[in-house]
């Protein structure tokens, strides 16, 4: 920054602080995890709110798969991977199965949370759905991420253990992957 030039974030909040004054925007606490200094329009806030449901309503969960790399992906980059605790069978981790933002590696996002993470080449996942109905549409938006690529995916491991039998496995042979002696198969 050069000498001489007024800037920063607190020479922003005292223009987005006057905003707030005279009703053109709102502070609050939008983005969990972000700090409290966020503001954003009224239309903002109630589109935001729009997107809030009930975590028990009967919503068709929304998923959608991306690269671990893709700005998009806010875990890794603006917000923390999900602890181990959350995981399941987190035997897994302490083999040094841990998501990062890898090259080649995918995550599913299940209403905006991470539902699955994929290691890069699909031998092994580790999940984060805490709900079936959340594995089941991790596991269709995977499914249907790899058809439209043209590609192929071989799992192994979900979790540290063998993924037929597994609630995810269930999940992606409902989705379409084929059973072999590795594990389960999808070509696209």
């Known amino acids: 920054m050069s000498e001489g030039i007024r800037g920063g974030f607190s020479l922003a909040y005292r223009v987005l602080s006057g905003f707030e004054e005279t009703g053109r925007a709102r502070r609050g606490y939008f983005v969990e995890g972000l700090g409290a200094a966020q503001f954003a329009t009224g239309a903002t806030v109630d589109r935001l709110r729009s997107f809030a449901r009930e975590p028990d ?45 890898k090259a080649g590696a995918l995550v ?19 999940t984060f759905a805490e709900t079936e109905r959340g594995m089941t549409a991790a596991a269709h ?11 192929r995916l071989r799992v192994e491991r979900v979790n540290g253990d063998f993924v037929i039998g597994t609630t995810l496995g269930e999940a992606l042979v409902e989705a379409g992957f084929s059973v072999t002696p590795q594990g389960l198969r999808l070509r696209g």
Not at 77 to 90: F, M, R, S
Not at 108 to 126: F, H, I, N, Q, W
């Open 57 to 101: 309503s009967e919503h068709e969960p929304a998923a959608i798969t991306l690269a671990a790399t893709d700005p998009a992906n806010a875990y890794g980059a603006a917000l923390a991977w999900p602890p181990a605790a959350v995981i399941e069978g987190a035997d897994d981790l302490k083999r040094g199965h841990r998501p990062g933002r």
């Open 108 to 126: 599913v996002l299940v209403d905006g949370e991470l539902a699955l993470y994929v290691e890069r080449g699909g031998k092994t996942m580790l």
């Open 141 to 151: 938006s995977l499914a249907a991420a790899i058809r439209r690529s043209g590609g």
